[in-house]
Nanobody
């Protein structure tokens, strides 16, 4: 059974920091591309940051220079370090695991963790 379990969300003041974690089980973690998405109320889910199995990273423009995605394959965990948080970063953050094989593709989601940036 595949599980992606996010943690680390919460309430933080503008300018503050949070680190989200996503612990994966039931998958061959090192072979998966991992991503963090977010969905704010009334908005579509958007990709925030992604890291490939080869550790290449990409970010949405609005978080470049503030957020850092990383992975620890020994712990089957992907992280999102969020600094200089802004109210517009408020959203539910979801972890995603994607595998693209020559024959099959797989895609899994976590349950989400809520981040609120407010004074």
């Amino acid at each position: 059974q595949v599980q992606l379990v996010e943690s680390g969300g919460g309430l933080v003041q503008p300018g503050g920091s949070l680190r989200l974690s996503c612990a994966a089980s039931g998958i061959s973690f090192s072979t998966y591309n991992m991503g963090w998405y977010r969905q704010a109320p009334g908005k579509q889910r958007e990709l925030v940051a992604a890291i490939t199995s080869g550790r290449n990273t990409n970010y949405v423009d609005s978080v470049k220079g503030r957020f850092t995605i990383s992975r620890d394959n020994a712990k089957n965990t992907v992280y999102l370090q969020m600094n200089s948080l802004k109210p517009e970063d408020t959203a539910v953050y979801y972890c995603n695991a994607e595998y693209r094989g020559s024959i099959t593709n797989r895609n899994y989601w976590g349950q989400g963790t809520e981040v609120t940036v407010s004074s």
